[in-house]
């Protein structure tokens, strides 16, 4: 068999080189599968080029593409598409929407499912209306005097907060707040990354995340990893993906009992399908000293680099990254016939 495999990464976010890197690693787990052709391509600004030779790729009717390849112009039919893409437009939901609209199936969450877990509003909005445990917040519209107000009495309530940017990843724009004189410019700050501002309460906690998968057909909750941060220090952007990061990963926790990550692997589950998500999600939890089990937010296309959490939880759950991405990628072929076939008894 057979499958033209188009995996899209960059974008035009904040995240456009860790996309990068995670598009290598997804590229080379694709590979690993008899019969996959992988055309890898780049966004960058308002392009789509071919990752080796730089040349612009068109998308065409029935679902080919064509670019220039030496002296001849390419065309290749699609199978099927993934879009490594952290942020916009991938995780935004805004690829998903042009990729439904050309026809072609997508691995991953669909465009609606995206774009509320991408809102960091959005989902904890959702979150709360589902009884799904997540930390007290209230959302800024503006950074208006009626706003600030708001803000300034929820810091008096609980006296230590993060203020953050509703619609980034990676923990950009986002602010650890234990000073009130320092809460306004933080606001104001974080609306220059996005049109909402969330403000969370500060939760003493670990750290702790899970692989949300479908493989064959099921739903499937990895057991806990744990990041674990030096100082306790908040998980920045560098912290992320600095070589010299001094945060540590591991997919086996200490101390966590069978009560608590079974209490975390229910809660994921809800998470998973309450959001209406689809083939993977990481999805992030606080722990707290008391055992409250807390949604810190999901992630619809986690982080694929060599250091990426997903990636490690699902191997140690036993299942070959290189066969959940064969499987996931056959599933969304499969979606969209089905797709197809309803739309034409209509």
């Known amino acids: 068999m057979n499958v033209n495999v188009l995996l899209l990464c960059g974008g035009n976010g904040a995240e456009h080189a860790i996309s990068l ?4 690693y997804v590229e080379e787990q694709l590979r690993k599968n008899a019969g996959f052709n992988v055309v890898k391509a780049i966004i960058d ?6 990752a080796t030779s730089g040349e612009l790729i068109t998308f065409n009717p029935g679902r080919t593409i064509s670019f220039n390849a030496g002296n001849s112009r390419q065309t290749l039919p699609i199978d099927a598409v993934v879009p490594c893409l952290h942020g916009f437009p991938g995780e935004t939901g805004d690829i998903q929407s042009f990729l439904r609209l050309m026809g072609l199936p997508c691995v991953g969450c669909d465009s609606e499912s995206s774009r509320i877990s991408f809102n960091k509003v959005l989902t904890k909005l959702c979150l709360t209306s589902l009884g799904i445990p997540n930390s007290p917040f209230i959302a800024l519209a503006g950074a208006d005097k009626e706003s600030l107000s708001r803000a300034h009495a929820f810091f008096n309530e609980h006296q230590d907060v993060y203020v953050k940017a509703a619609s980034q990843g990676s923990s950009i724009g986002c602010y650890h707040v234990s000073k009130e004189h320092d809460l306004e410019d933080s606001i104001v700050e974080a609306f220059t990354f996005s049109r909402d501002v969330l403000i ?17 057909g099921q739903l ?6 744990e990041i674990i941060m ?10 992320k993906y600095s070589q010299d990061s001094g945060t540590v990963t591991t997919v086996t926790p200490a101390g966590l009992t069978p009560a608590i990550v079974e209490r975390i692997q229910e809660v994921a ?8 998500m689809q083939d993977l999600s990481r999805i992030d939890f606080f722990l707290t000293p008391e055992g409250e089990v807390l949604v810190n937010e999901p992630n619809t296309f986690p982080g694929m680099t060599p250091i990426s959490m997903f990636p490690k939880l699902v191997e140690h759950m036993g299942l070959a990254m290189s066969e959940f991405f064969r499987d996931r990628v056959l599933a969304a072929i499969a979606r969209q016939k089905a ?4 739309a034409l008894r209509m």
């Open 21 to 24: 890197i995670s598009a290598s």
């Open 45 to 50: 600004h308002e392009t789509f080029r071919e």
């Open 200 to 216: 969370e309460k500060t939760i003493p906690h670990r750290e702790l995340e899970v692989a949300a998968y479908v493989y064959q």
């Open 220 to 225: 499937h909750i990895s057991t806990p990893g």
């Open 230 to 239: 030096p100082d306790n220090l908040f998980y920045t952007y560098e912290e």
């Open 269 to 276: 589950r809800r998470t998973f399908q309450g959001l209406k």
């Open 339 to 342: 797709e197809s076939s309803r």
